[in-house]
DNA sequence: GTAAAGTATGCAAATAGGCGAATACTTACA
DNA sequence: TGTAAGTATTCGCCTATTTGCATACTTTAC
């Protein structure tokens, strides 16, 4: 492949990843995985002020991660893409066993010593 | 689940996902995931200064990503768990539609005009 | 038209992250 | 011990991101 397309695509690629790169985003994206909701109600949903998370969702809307639609004076934010979801919970199993190994690890000096 | 402990495994969660976030390191892990390298190496084949690389290497294993192995004065590299690759692949393979539509909304746009 | 509900944005401050060049550290080997 | 190779880190600089508050914008309903 030519190596300045290679570049722009992993451009955007760490873009999308960098949509992902924020607790409360993550929060945001599991809670949209689950229902569609308008700004308020989500920031009710997860405990943030209403501009923080109006915020947060125009991140995700600039990268094509969730999608707006408007329905009278709300807006409802809906997950784009089911592999997002899929791609998080990689991640989180990962994390789960890099803990659970450290977790051994710990056990096993506590006995050692 | 507890709330608190939620929001520390979102902190992780994110930590990791911030370790995505850079193309640079986009492209380190692909590199890694084909084959380990030592650092010297593997800044010649991404094309980036060796201190570039050095420090891109250690957010990688600050986050458990990649595996250090010294060697003699070398130190290889290699990815620490396929499933970054997997979730990586997802994300690519999410933009990749995403660019395709876009592509074909410009179609029909000439087409319309 | 005006008020109210819902949403987005400007602002300012703080924090984090990126870069290359130079330098310090580590290992091997004469 | 001293030199070279390989790696990590410090430095200076710059850009980007997050946050809450206050405010502006948009839509509906009276």
């Given at each position: 492949m030519d190596n300045n397309?290679?570049?722009e695509?992993?451009?955007l690629h760490a873009q999308i990843c960098s949509g992902l790169?924020?607790?409360?985003r993550i929060l945001i994206l599991y809670t949209?995985?689950?229902n569609a909701y308008n700004v308020s109600d989500l920031a009710l949903k997860v405990e943030l002020p209403q501009s923080t998370v109006?915020?947060?969702?125009?991140?995700?809307?600039d990268r094509d991660m969730v999608t707006a639609q408007r329905d009278g004076q709300s807006v409802f934010y809906s997950l784009s893409d089911d592999?997002?979801?899929q791609a998080l919970n990689l991640l989180r199993a990962m994390l789960a066993s890099s803990l659970e190994n450290q977790a051994a690890l710990a056990r096993s000096v506590q006995i050692a010593s």
């Open positions: 397309l290679r570049a695509i992993d451009r790169a924020d607790p409360n949209l995985a689950e109006s915020r947060h969702l125009k991140v995700l809307r592999r997002i979801i």
